[in-house]
């Protein structure tokens, strides 16, 4: 391979002339060019280096130039690059052995696609199978990824394009503790009306409807909402009560983000489907999928599983998914991500403390969410919901960036969440520069 760009200027004025980024104006832009990365690192065109505290997009849990995962990609593409899916090929079927027997003990089989968005996808089609229903429910913040049906899936404003939506697809209110309109005496209040909430609108919509209860574990781009306890079990419970499927969206907690394997774990909830992808490979090839349980798998033994993608379960994404796995296990990946989360929770409580522009931080195991507002006890929000007309998020990661660290805001929350091998000095380090920027949003804010 020859590669004609070599100037940074020229591989970003290049990409602007003949790249649509993703959500975004395409007149404003001017794409920042990445070179390399090591570890938590990475390096822009100018050879400047970044701490990466959003593992990019959450998906990139060990990290930049991990030997191990390359060396099975490069060994598997010499081996055999691609085969149909309809072949049992070794590393397909190793690879959905070892995500079977790492999921809850109820799951059976897995189908593979190459990301989150073609999870639920097919998620969603095996709901309708397996069901004969055709009524899906999902949450207002959540984020289930950009094609047609994920999008419908959607709550946030990444749905309204796709709008008017599919028939059938309803949405809920989520167990949002920091701006719910009643004062809850603790968790289990909360968990009582949201759930309260959540049967009786299932009421509505017909209960013999519903095919399919979909959530992000703990929800992830929109806030890092973590579930009052006893939440995911009520939901678990509806769904037994009126024959639904509960599918919990893994794509972004799934392989340790939490501090365990699946974010479910935390919970001690089963559900029917898992979807998964980012974690399973951290990007070094794409791969996503859909885990279901043997209850599903035996469904489609005597009926037509209408699913199919010419790259499900591609060679090398399932060798990449592979050397993953073994990475985490042997390095001790998930139980060092809990033990981090905990250092960086302390960080974020000193922050919240010390910011008049931090209204909440919300955090679980290296998976974090700061929520900034214009005022404390208003709590009034930093920038309105899908209404940030003067730019201040993306002004203020800006800022960071310029300090060198790189993160990615999504409506007023900053989303912290490194690879899971960051060393403690490398997290404190992080976090003094997202302290010093704070200090700065401080004196922009009224109070
Ligand atoms: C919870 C969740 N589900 C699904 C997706 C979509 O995944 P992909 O971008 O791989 O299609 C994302 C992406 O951020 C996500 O966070």
Avoid at 272 to 277: G, H, K, S
Wanted: contains cysteine.
């Amino acid at each position: 391979m020859e590669l004609e760009l070599t100037s940074a200027n020229e591989i970003s004025e290049t990409s602007k002339k003949y790249n649509l980024h993703s959500w975004s104006t395409q007149g404003a832009l001017k794409p920042k060019v990445m070179i390399g990365g090591e570890g938590i690192y990475f390096w822009d065109g100018e050879g400047k280096r970044y701490y990466d505290m959003s593992s990019q997009l959450v998906n990139l849990n060990i990290g930049y130039g991990n030997k191990k995962v390359i060396k099975a990609i490069q060994q598997q593409a010499e081996r055999l690059a691609f085969s149909g899916p309809s072949y049992a090929i070794d590393v397909r079927s190793q690879l959905a052995k070892m995500i079977v027997e790492m999921a809850p003990d109820n799951m059976g089989k897995v189908f593979f696609t190459l990301g989150g968005a073609d999870a639920n996808e097919n998620a969603i089609k095996m709901a309708k199978m397996v069901t004969g229903r055709n009524k899906i429910f999902s949450r207002y913040r959540s984020y289930h990824g950009s094609t047609y049906g994920a999008a419908n899936l959607t709550g946030e404003p990444r749905r309204y394009t796709c709008e008017p939506g599919i028939p059938g697809f309803v949405k809920f209110f989520d167990p949002y503790i920091y701006r719910a309109p009643i004062n809850f005496e603790n968790d289990e209040a909360a968990t009582k009306y949201y759930i309260g909430q959540l049967r009786e609108q299932i009421i509505y919509e017909g209960r013999q409807s519903v095919a399919a209860i979909f959530l992000e574990t703990i929800t992830g781009s929109n806030g890092v909402i973590i579930p009052p306890k006893g939440y995911l079990n009520g939901v678990r419970d509806l769904c037994d009560e009126f024959g639904i499927l509960m599918v919990c969206d893994e794509v972004m907690t799934g392989w340790g983000r939490t501090g365990e394997w699946f974010a479910v774990n935390n919970y001690d909830v089963k559900p029917d489907i898992i979807t998964f992808a980012k974690g399973v490979t951290c990007g070094y090839a794409p791969i996503g999928g859909a885990i279901v349980s043997k209850t599903i798998a035996a469904f489609f033994d005597d009926h037509f599983l209408s699913c199919g993608l010419t790259y499900s379960a591609h060679p090398l994404g399932c060798a990449a998914g592979i050397a993953t796995i073994e990475f985490y296990k042997e390095a001790g990946i998930i139980n060092q991500a809990k033990d981090r989360g905990v250092l960086l929770g302390e960080i974020l409580e000193d922050i919240k403390r010390n910011h008049a522009c931090v209204g909440d931080v919300r955090y679980i195991g290296l998976f974090s969410a700061i929520e900034l507002v214009k005022n404390k006890e208003s709590k009034k929000p930093l920038v309105e919901y899908g209404y940030d007309p003067e730019r201040i998020m993306p002004k203020m990661i800006g800022m960071l960036g310029e300090k060198g660290f790189s993160t990615y805001a999504h409506e007023n929350f900053l989303i912290i969440a490194p690879p899971l091998i960051i060393t403690e000095r490398e997290l404190k380090d992080a976090m003094a520069i997202m302290d010093e920027v704070l200090i700065e949003v401080d004196k922009m804010i009224d109070r």
